[in-house]
Nanobody
Framework: QLQLVESGGGQVQPGGSLRLSCAAS????????MGWYRETPGKQRELVAE???????KYADLVKGRFTVSRDSAKNTVYLQMNSLRPEDTAVYYC?????????????????WGQGTQVTVSS
């Protein structure tokens, strides 16, 4: 019904930048929220940033001023621009959406997750 494909992860030096992308596809009626979470061993998956239909953005305190989340509604794609990266930003980053999809004769709203992309910040 809905698939999320992430790209843009990789390895950068401290202070460097990366731009993550996440594209949604499938039998989509509407997308309500798109955002990014991250996860490291021994730590619960946590919200990094998200953007809702009206354009309101929310950021974790640790990334405010460094990360920017944006959305291209026409392409059903969300981006995460990450600047001034720190070693503690190293994690697997997951794209997440809350969306309504077509189910032949009715609509269904649910949460969907991308496959995850590795971000490593080291010298």
């Amino acid at each position: 019904q809905l698939q999320l494909v992430e790209s843009g992860g990789g390895q950068v030096q401290p202070g460097g930048s990366l731009r993550l992308s996440c594209a949604a596809s499938g039998s989509i009626h509407s997308i309500h929220v798109m955002g990014w979470y991250r996860e490291t061993p021994g730590k619960q998956r946590e919200l990094v940033a998200e953007i809702v239909e009206g354009g309101t953005r929310k950021y974790a305190d640790l990334v405010k001023g460094r990360f920017t989340v944006s959305r291209d509604s026409a392409k059903n794609t969300v981006y995460l621009q990450m600047n001034s990266l720190r070693p503690e930003d190293t994690a697997v980053y997951y794209c997440k959406t809350t969306a309504t999809v077509y189910r032949v004769t009715y609509l269904e709203t649910d949460n969907y997750w991308g496959q995850g992309t590795q971000v490593t910040v080291s010298s």
